[in-house]
């Protein structure tokens, strides 16, 4: 039987936290990219979609981050990173992960045997490419996947830096 009821937890399960820091990655990643390229766009109706979805963006992160101090903390442990590899790095581990969730979902709805093995060549290649720059990150220590508290706190760090970003 659990503990407390369902309604009053105040913890969250490990699960939940991962799921928290792949949204709060992704997005202080997207944040700073709509920040650091706002300021080239010319046209009135994209930079508006753009200010709102920096708008949208920072409001996600911030009500996400809320619930960082309820995620499973044996030890708390503060550490600063090279923010530009950081950074970089980052946005590059996301869009292989993206590239092989994209490959394989076309895979699914590919109907022709010469298209579907091209796609599969090219998931393969995707795969690769995101254990490679996902080894360059966990070297580094910029995605210690292993320690919750180091992920988690370079998640808040990314998200701060993003948030106050100036665009």
């Known amino acids: 039987m659990y503990s407390e009821p369902y309604e009053r937890q105040q913890r969250l399960g490990w699960h939940e936290t991962m799921e928290i820091h792949e949204l709060v990655a992704f997005q202080s990643v997207g944040l700073m990219k709509l920040k650091r390229t706002y300021s080239d766009i010319r046209d009135p109706v994209l930079k508006s979609l753009y200010k709102q979805t920096i708008g ?89 996947s292993y320690d919750l508290n180091r992920l988690l706190q370079n998640d808040m760090n990314l998200a701060k830096k993003a948030l106050s970003f100036p665009y």
Not at 96 to 112: C, D, H, L, Q
Not at 113 to 123: A, Y
């Open 56 to 144: 949208s963006m920072s409001k996600n992160i911030n009500e996400l981050l809320r619930f960082y101090p309820m995620a499973p903390h044996p030890q708390r442990e503060e550490r600063a990173l090279p923010d530009d590899l950081a950074f970089y790095s980052g946005d590059l581990l996301a869009l292989a992960k993206t590239s092989v969730r994209n490959y394989a979902i076309a895979i699914t709805e590919t109907a022709t045997p010469s298209l579907r093995n091209v796609l599969t060549r090219q998931l393969l290649g995707a795969i690769e490419t995101h254990a490679k720059v996902y080894k360059y990150m966990y070297e580094r220590g910029f995605y210690p």
